[in-house]
T-cell receptor, first 108, second 114 residues
Framework: LAKTTQPISMDSYEGQEVNITCSHN???????ITWYQQFPSQGPRFIIQ???TKVTNEVASLFIPADRKSSTLSLPRVSLSDTAVYYC?????????FGKGTRLHILP | GAVVSQHPSWVICKSGTSVKIECRSL??????MFWYRQFPKQSLMLMAT?????????EQGVEKDKFLINHASLTLSTLTVTSAHPEDSSFYIC??????????FGPGTRLTVT
């Protein structure tokens, strides 16, 4: 499975747009890119998934360039409750390997 | 989204005893279930993958005789930690999927071995 690299931590302020970029240089043709959010002592929660270009849902957008070697999760107008760990994952045949994730801290 | 439950949410047991953790998909049939372990401030580590009716596939370094996984039906998988020791204390999380790339995660089970 493709290894993912993302910043260890990020700080932002309430109301700002937050972009978290992930690199996955060894992504294969059939792999999908998925982002999860995890709060302390809880299971991860699915945020968004994409294959290429742009995907948007009610909570986030996912931007994937043509070469698919990276992706950017965009969280619009974050709030304090968005403080969590965000995992960028490459999914192949249903199998997920978690990387270290990005610890996002939202400040008032 | 789909709901996955785990029971118990937390458990304390004595060293040398066995503990069973249940994972249930409540509103869908899970063809595949996964078990993860997470230590404090660390990421999730995949322990094993199980398909209904077949033996689980364990990741390298995970002792299959210590962590017994049973996937008896399309809605239930169990993880039994046998002869638990304090180093087995961790947060155990299951997930379930059905012929898709999206995994639905349970809320986790906090195991403390004294």
């Amino acid at each position: 499975l493709a290894k993912t690299t993302q910043p260890i931590s990020m700080d932002s302020y309430e109301g700002q747009e937050v972009n978290i970029t992930c690199s996955h240089n060894n992504i294969a043709t059939n792999d999908y890119i998925t982002w999860y959010q995890q709060f302390p002592s809880q299971g991860p929660r699915f945020i968004i998934q994409g294959y290429k270009t742009k995907v948007t849902n009610e909570v986030a957008s996912l931007f994937i360039p043509a070469d698919r070697k990276s992706s950017t999760l965009s969280l619009p107008r974050v709030s304090l409750s968005d403080t969590a760990v965000y995992y960028c994952l490459v999914v192949r045949d249903d199998k997920i390997i978690f990387g270290k994730g990005t610890r996002l801290h939202i400040l008032p | 989204g789909a709901v996955v439950s785990q029971h118990p949410s937390w458990v304390i047991c004595k060293s040398g005893t066995s503990v069973k953790i249940e994972c249930r998909s409540l509103d869908f049939q899970a063809t595949t279930m996964f078990w993860y372990r997470q230590f404090p401030k660390q990421s999730l580590m995949l322990m094993a993958t199980s398909n209904e009716g077949s033996k689980a596939t364990y990741e390298q370094g995970v002792e299959k005789d210590k962590f017994l996984i049973n996937h008896a039906s399309l809605t239930l998988s169990t993880l039994t930690v046998t002869s638990a020791h304090p180093e087995d204390s961790s947060f155990y999380i299951c997930s379930a999927s059905w012929q898709s790339y999206e995994q639905y995660f349970g809320p986790g089970t906090r195991l403390t071995v004294t």
